[in-house]
Each structure stands twice: as structure tokens, then as C-alpha cells.
């Protein structure tokens, strides 16, 4: 199920699927708790704006583009942990010489 919505408060709009905290909601009755994706806006014109593009996107466009999004997230967690892992080799070495 994709879910593409407005929201003032992304806090709560995270925490509130993920607790069940309204159990007739939307998000209850699909079992919608993973926010892929967000963009911050500095009007709520430019925001209704891009909630009906996405709205009137076709499924596999928005499966496409998410896709993308847990790729590029996956890329960025690897270069950060082989970041990690680099540094932590080079202070082992440096502390066993």
C-alpha cells in the first residue's frame, strides 16, 4: 500500500502508524508504518502542489522512485560503514605499533 499525504508534524506522522495510535485510521487498517519518503516545503501551496503530481503519478512511477530512494540509501550505508570499518583498521594499526 502507498500512502502519499501532507502533514505539518512528520514527528508525529511517523510515530503515530508505527503505535497504532488511531485504530481505525488508514495507516491501521493497511498496516502503513514505514515513511520512505519526504520533502520539506517552505509554503503549503508548493506542498498541495506536490502531493497531487505524486497523486496523479502511476504506481510503478512512485514503486520506481522509491525503489531509487532505498538504493541510494543502501549506497550511502555502505560507504559509511566501510568509512567506519577503514578508521577503525587504521586505529587498530595505530595502536598495536
Known sequence: MLYIGVTSELYFRIREPKQKYYPNSFFAKYNCNLL???EQFS?????I???????N???NWKINLINEI??????YFL???????VKTAINIEINSA
Open 43 to 47: 509554503s503549503i501551496e508548493e506542498v
Open 79 to 85: 560507504l559509511w560503514t566501510n568509512h567506519k570499518r
Open 70 to 75: 532505498i538504493l541510494i540509501g543502501m549506497i
Open 36 to 38: 520512505v519518503f519526504f
Open 49 to 55: 502542489i506536490k502531493e497531487k503530481q505524486f497523486k
Open 57 to 59: 503519478w502511476k504506481r
